[in-house]
């Protein structure tokens, strides 16, 4: 079962739970590739060659590359074909793989963006995708049957890193319980079937490491649901803060992006290249979350 496979990939590379956040953009590059951006076609060739360099330098470390669909949308038709290439890269690469797109919908378009990510063989094809689960069953079923079909997984929007995220998210019922907490039930209703050899199902859930109380309420009453954790780093959660995601180590895979990808901006990573730079950060990173789980 993916999941499975997964926490397996964790330990395998020094049980370090990080995925890096391939959220890349033309502001991002070093001055020589930024400087060749002048059309879409080179901004999308330029991001596609950083990509493929970070990939190969990151391999021995990370078990997973999470790649963020806006950043290269923004790019017409040549972003999305370097986003294509860049999750054949990286599978290719033996790298896991998140389509972050955030999908939803209802119905036949449900099963189309599904179709898209999760069937063998699709042009966006990856491990697994996040989706939005605030339509309801209807917009996620498409998803979790293709999991079943495919041996894909899923991350379902529960509790965001982003700060606005509690106008919604942690209002509360009548009986006191919150938004964020009904949806956690519905994850783990709609994964229940594809439970695996660890306790987690291929049906996780996104929860944000900038929510402390709220990450810990969900890891409390949902033991069989698999984190993906974003808002490590430029985002402000720190790794003592993430740790109630886990129990013994296990439980979830924490995304940086920024932090990675311009780390040769820093004055900590003075006089490495990018790639170098971000081969040091993302060590850095896993040392930091494995001391605190």
């Known amino acids: 079962m993916i999941i499975d496979e997964l926490i397996d990939a964790i330990a395998a590379k020094g049980g370090n739970p990080s995925v890096i956040g391939l959220d890349t953009c033309v502001d991002y590059l070093p001055d020589d590739m930024r400087a060749k951006c002048n059309t879409l076609s080179d901004s999308a ?4 060659d950083f990509n493929f360099a ?4 990151l391999a021995p470390v990370i078990p997973a590359v999470k790649v ?4 290269y949308e923004q790019y017409g038709v040549e972003g999305m ?3 294509r290439d860049t999750l054949a890269y990286a599978k290719k690469n033996g790298i896991y793989t998140i389509a972050d797109c955030k999908r939803n919908d209802i119905g036949s378009t449900a099963a189309a963006y599904a179709r898209a990510y999760l069937e063998k063989g699709a042009p966006f094809e990856a491990d697994f995708v996040t989706v939005n689960g605030y339509l309801g069953t209807d917009g996620v079923k498409p998803f979790v049957d293709l999991c079943a079909k495919n041996d894909k997984g899923i991350f379902v929007l529960v509790k965001t890193s982003n700060p606005a995220s509690g106008e919604l998210q942690d209002k ?3 009986n006191g319980k919150t938004l964020y907490d009904s949806m956690a039930d519905l994850v783990d209703g709609w994964g229940a079937e594809l439970i695996g050899k660890y306790g987690y ?3 996780g859930a996104v929860v944000g490491a900038t929510h402390r109380a709220q990450a810990e309420d969900v890891r409390a009453k949902h033991p069989h649901l698999f984190f993906l954790i974003p808002g490590y780093g430029a985002q402000g959660g720190k790794a003592e803060d993430l740790a109630v995601c886990f129990k013994n180590g296990v439980g979830g895979i924490v995304n940086s992006s920024r932090g990675i990808l311009c780390a040769y901006r820093k004055d900590k990573y003075a006089g490495l290249d990018f790639k170098q730079a971000a081969l040091q950060a993302a060590i850095d990173m896993r040392d930091d979350i494995k001391s605190c789980l």
């Open 81 to 83: 074909a370097a986003f």
């Open 201 to 203: 199902s291929s049906v």
């Open 45 to 48: 060739k330029y991001i596609r």
């Open 54 to 57: 970070l990939i190969d330098t």
């Open 172 to 174: 509360k019922y009548e």
């Open 68 to 71: 963020q669909v806006a950043y």
